[in-house]
């Protein structure tokens, strides 16, 4: 199994990004995005899910990012719009198969992706 992500690079405030994520090896239950902003720890983004509660963001998020999965590519998507400086990562796509509680956790994913910096200027 293998996650390859790109799309990342430096922006201005209020400007969209399209992160791409290919997966290789097998189809999950679960994808995710996370990040890491220097200094902190890594964080849920958003996840698309086979459960019947749907797509998860983080509240911070929840309104201007979109997380969407073309299946016959394999490939997961984070389209992120009206991007803020506190957005500045390294965003990571994740892949599992967790249970319901942790599909907004880390724990949840079993591959990972190498990471794609964002970087937000104000």
């Known amino acids: 199994v293998q996650l390859q992500a790109s799309g990342g690079g430096l922006v201005d405030a209020g400007d969209s990004l399209r992160l791409t994520c290919a997966v290789s090896?097998?189809?999950?239950?679960?994808y995710g995005w996370f990040r890491q902003a220097p200094g902190k720890e890594r964080e849920f983004v958003a996840a698309?899910?086979?459960?019947?509660?749907?797509?998860r963001y983080a509240d911070s998020v929840k309104g201007r990012f979109t997380i969407s999965r073309d299946r016959a590519k394999n490939t997961l998507y984070l389209q992120m719009n009206s991007l803020k400086p506190e957005d500045t990562a390294v965003y990571y796509c994740?892949?599992?198969?967790?249970?319901?509680?942790?599909?907004?956790?880390?724990?949840?994913?079993?591959?990972w992706g190498q990471g794609t910096l964002v970087t937000v200027s104000s």
């Open positions: 090896g097998r189809t999950f239950r679960s």
């Open positions: 698309i899910t086979a459960f019947s509660s749907g797509n």
């Open positions: 994740a892949a599992g198969d967790p249970i319901t509680t942790y599909v907004s956790a880390s724990e949840g994913y079993k591959f």
